[in-house]
């Protein structure tokens, strides 16, 4: 599964950079390419830190991480289609891979803390 997500997260970082690319060239698009290149690719190199943590504490801090990129790019895509940058249809498989990436590292998150309880 560490294989798979570790794919998965990188592979996000290159969709999304893919679909910034179809962004229009003003200073709000600008700006948000910023942004949104910053945290999905943030996304992908931070699980990968978790994958080599060298605590449960560090694993926990380190998916905490991975946690707040991941919905900052969900933000992001919201934002796009909210300004009518982008057409919904265009970026509704990004939104369900970050919502399942979320749901997937939340529980990681959450049993990873009830580890660290037992």
């Given amino acids: 599964m560490k294989n ?3 794919d998965r997260t990188k592979t996000f970082a290159h ?4 679909l910034i690319a179809q962004l229009p060239n003003d200073y709000l698009s600008n700006h948000i390419k910023k942004q949104h290149m910053r945290c999905a690719t943030s ?25 707040e990129e991941i919905d900052e790019s ?11 940058l982008l057409p919904l249809n265009i970026c509704k498989s990004l939104l369900n891979e ?10 990681s998150r959450k049993t990873a803390n009830l580890n660290l309880k037992n």
Avoid: G, M
Avoid at 15 to 18: F, L, M, N, P, T
Avoid at 49 to 67: G, L, N, P
């Fill in 15 to 18: 969709q999304i950079i893919k």
């Fill in 98 to 107: 970050a919502d399942e990436l979320t749901r997937i590292f939340i529980s």
């Fill in 4 to 6: 798979d997500l570790k």
């Fill in 74 to 84: 969900h933000f992001w895509l919201e934002f796009i289609i909210d300004e009518k």
């Fill in 43 to 67: 996304v992908a190199a931070n699980y990968r830190a978790t994958c080599i943590a060298q605590s449960k504490r560090s694993f926990v801090s380190k998916i905490s991480i991975v946690i």
